[in-house]
């Protein structure tokens, strides 16, 4: 309790020190091993997390920035407005979002109101976010299954090359999301290993392309998932622009088949072995 003469607490500099270094020390020692890890906190790593997260499924989402939402924050050309195409304004009246019609089946609504509050629904239903955390490499399984992520503090790459030998820590999940946007980071390091083709996004197309990326929303590789943007670049489809609506329906679906594919190991794991 704060003293009587006193508005706050007596706390000190130590002891916030060790509030911080206690809460997160003991988080990350927790997520080492997830159920799920996506990387990216955009519109679509974020409403998948909060739909796996809802069922009682561990998610950690990997941020390389020091902000969660990638372009559901700024929407087009630096205008903080975001369009949905219907029907993907359902989500945002889930959400609690207001938006308006600006014409027939397309919505705008506020970009960072629309953030804030996917942001604050996924971390209500559990997800915990690791932010200013680069993903570096792929972790594989003895099976040659992808099982994890190589991770690094994102400040580490604009060091000098002199000094930035800093090497990354590992972290192990039985799936990892690729929801990283255009870069699709964890697909192109397959392509790097000659394992995965990703031919990169097409031009922009958005009747085709919304459709196409909740379409192809899926695993590419053992152990794998492209959602969002990413599946715009691994499959070389058209870009969409600042609407949002298959960024959003991306992630649900996402979010099905990893529910799906989580409870078959499951039951295979129950399964009688075979005489």
Known sequence: MANADKLFSPSSEKDITRAILGAFSAELDSYVESDVTIIGAGPSGLTCGRALAAQGIKVLIVERNNYCGGGFWIGGYLMNKLTIRAP?????????????????????????????????AACDEGVKILNMTSFDDLVLAQDGRINGAVINWSAV????????????????????????????????????????????????????????????????????????MAVSSTYGLPRMGPTFGSMLLSGVRAAELIAEQLQAAKDEQKAPASA
Do not use: N, W
């Not at 304004?89 to 996917?118: R, W």
């Not at 999301?177 to 964890?186: E, P, R, Y």
């Open 88 to 120: 993907a304004h359902k989500m945002l009246d889930e959400l609690g979002v207001p938006y308006k019609e600006s014409s027939a089946d397309l919505f705008v609504a506020d970009g960072p109101h629309a953030c804030a509050k996917l942001i604050g």
């Open 157 to 228: 790459k604009a060091l000098p090359r002199q000094i930035s030998c800093v090497d990354p820590v590992a972290i192990e999940c039985k799936i990892l999301v690729d929801a990283s946007g255009h870069d699709a980071v964890a697909a192109s390091r397959l392509k790097e290993l000659g394992m995965l083709e990703v031919p990169g996004c097409g031009p922009m197309a958005v009747v085709r392309s919304e459709d196409a990326v909740v379409e192809k929303t899926g695993f590419v590789y053992p152990g794998l998932m492209v959602i969002g």
